[in-house]
């Protein structure tokens, strides 16, 4: 279930939204000009029917005579929708910059925060289906609101110079329809809400499947997940459907008040014109183009209101992801300094952003040629779990220390701590005599090359994967160099974003290249391997040690392994 608490609701006009993107304000703006426009049109086509109708009926005139107001019309209408067409186009224009904006802002925001605090399946759902949902904010919705507000205006000031009493009518009327618009839009945004909710569920349930299919299959357990599938299906066709029936009871609900209104206006013309006779009031072409004109506005002063009411349900997904897209960037990395950047050492940083900024960093690079590290009275702790031992421990400048403590003591969390992935709860880390907490961490990343237990792959080649250890790229020579030195697998070799087409020990080797192309293009004096060569028969281990062996030269290196090869290259074993 979907780990970010859903915010109250806002209203019709979501600032943040607009606040995101600048192109949004500009697009307001068009919204409005082009709904003035708009209404002209729109009074200007019910001026010129009423007349045709009247000229044709009341006055007998033909065509000869009506001609050039038939050519009018159809240059208005035509004017009309090719204003309506500029409209979407604009609205879909703001909306791709509204949404991309929000995007990366997000995905800046996610590579800040710890990683695996949320589930990649809702993220993907967020991030893609979620924000793209907007589209009929921006299509829709936000020019239908402009559209709510300038038009009824515009044809209530005709109405009021053609026939007062009309004018009064649909003024008395009009307030029902956002009345109600409101009532319907507060109870369909907790709908929206929950079958947001149950989208992500499904979204995460899902990728959970997937993900955990071979090991299912392996128990024979794969056939009991189709009921639960069913399950989660079954909560979100009917919390699809519940949604969907109130949107059509709103529709109806607004139609009906409308329809209501513009009744009465009609039968209030019908009977002005049916007396008229009587006392000479609204009488021949003049009385009939008047009535006409005042029967042709009245719906068009509540259509765009109704449209409001419609669009905003279709949008009202959209709001809901908008909402958790926010909450994301209201949140404090809790575990991370303010001063750092989002990429990790010898991983990948699909952020431009990040990556040029680690570059900036590198020209100050705060720690010194191989440092000594230090934890004093050190405690590392995680949610719901005690925590681990205090640590005390140096790690001597310019040697390699292998850490062979017992599984679970936390070496790879100390590794994670050294490049500000987790944070201690009390006591300090200190690079020589400057703590942690003290230095620009993007560049105590920068300083650093790290091998994690797992490494992250992306789809696509050995080649490809290596290179983005390093934010401005390497050439290919260089990438090579760091394969062969790492007895990675060739280069063109292609790799899915899981791992499959690689084993684990070829995994591995291809993060040992990446650590490898990060020492020989960026220098950083401090090298942490965990693991490195878990997977790797002995033959290999070795020859992955040798090729290591001129790298550890002059830098302060970490190896958290508990094979024999590794321990003899260690200057020294810390255990705790
Ligand atoms: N994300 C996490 N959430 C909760 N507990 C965690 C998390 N990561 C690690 N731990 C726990 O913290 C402790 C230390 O884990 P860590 O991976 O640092 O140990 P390690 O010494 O590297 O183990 P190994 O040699 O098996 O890799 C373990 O008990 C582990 O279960």
Not at 112 to 132: F, M, N, Q, Y
Not at 224 to 232: L, P, S, Y
Not at 295 to 307: F, G, S, V
Not at 446 to 451: F, G, N, Q, V
Request: aromatic share 4%; with cysteine; glycine share 6%.
């Amino acid at each position: 279930m979907t780990q970010l608490a859903a915010r109250p609701a806002r209203g019709a006009f979501d600032r943040r939204l607009l606040h995101r993107a600048r192109g949004a304000t500009v697009f307001i703006g068009v919204c409005a000009a082009l709904g003035l426009a708009r209404t002209a049109c729109a009074v200007a086509s019910a001026w010129l029917i009423a007349s045709l109708i009247a000229g044709a009926f009341a006055a007998g005139k033909g065509l000869d005579t009506l001609g050039p107001q038939i050519i009018a019309l159809a240059a208005v209408l035509s004017a009309r929708a090719l204003l309506a067409s500029v409209q979407e186009a604009a609205a879909q224009r703001a909306s791709a910059t509204v949404k991309s904006g929000l995007r990366r802002q997000a995905l800046e925001q996610l590579m800040r925060l710890p990683s695996g605090k949320r589930h990649s399946g809702e993220t993907a759902t967020l991030l893609v289906r979620g924000i793209d949902a907007l589209d009929d904010y921006f299509a829709r919705y936000l020019p239908q609101l402009v559209l709510a507000v300038v038009v009824p205006v515009g044809v209530l000031a005709v109405m009021l110079a053609a026939y007062p009493p009309a004018a009064v009518i649909v003024l008395v009327t009009l307030p029902l329809i956002p009345l109600f618009g409101i009532l319907i839009g507060l109870y369909t945004r907790s709908r929206a809400e929950r079958q947001w909710e149950s989208t992500s569920h499904l979204a995460h349930h899902f990728a959970d499947l997937v993900a955990g299919l071979p090991t299912l299959k392996a128990f024979g357990r794969a056939a009991k997940q189709t009921g639960a599938i069913e399950v989660t299906t079954g909560a979100y066709r009917r919390r699809s459907m519940a949604l969907l029936r109130v949107a059509f009871c709103s529709a109806l609900v607004l139609e009906l008040a409308a329809s209501l209104s513009v009744a009465v206006v009609a039968v209030t013309v019908g009977v002005d014109l049916v007396s008229a006779h009587n006392s000479g009031g609204m009488t021949g072409e003049a009385g009939l183009r008047t009535a006409l004109l005042v029967l042709i506005l009245a719906p068009e002063a509540y259509l765009p209101l109704r449209n409001v009411g419609a669009h905003y349900h279709a949008s009202a997904e959209g709001l809901a992801a908008a909402e958790r897209v926010f909450a994301i960037l209201a949140e404090t990395p809790e575990n991370q300094d303010h001063r750092e950047t989002a990429t990790a050492p010898g991983q990948p940083s699909p952020n431009p952003d990040a990556a040029a900024l680690t570059a900036a960093c590198v020209m100050r690079t705060p720690l010194g040629r191989a440092p000594t590290i230090m934890f004093r009275r050190t405690v590392f702790a995680y949610p719901g779990r005690p925590p681990l031992p205090e640590l005390s421990l140096t790690i001597p400048a310019g040697q390699t220390t292998v850490l062979t403590a017992r599984s679970g003591a936390g070496k790879s969390t100390l590794m994670a701590a050294l490049v500000g992935f987790r944070r201690p709860v009390s006591g300090s880390i200190a690079f020589d005599d400057t703590e942690l907490s003290d230095l620009d961490l993007a560049a105590v990343r920068r300083s650093i090359a790290w091998l994690p237990q797992r490494p992250v792959l992306i789809d696509g080649t050995v080649a490809e994967n290596v290179r983005l250890a390093v934010p401005d790229g390497a050439s290919d020579p260089a990438v090579a160099k760091a394969i062969a030195a790492a007895h990675a697998p060739a280069a063109n070799r292609t790799v899915a974003a899981d791992g499959s087409g690689l084993s684990a020990g070829e995994a591995a080797r291809v993060g040992l290249a990446r650590l490898l192309l990060r020492a020989d293009l960026l220098d950083p004096p401090v090298l942490l391997l965990d693991e490195p060569t878990a997977h790797l028969d002995a033959d290999t281990e070795q020859a992955v040690l040798d090729s290591l062996a001129p790298y550890r030269d002059q830098r302060t290196v970490l190896i958290a392994s508990h094979r024999p090869a590794v321990r003899a290259i260690a200057d020294r074993e810390v255990d705790w």
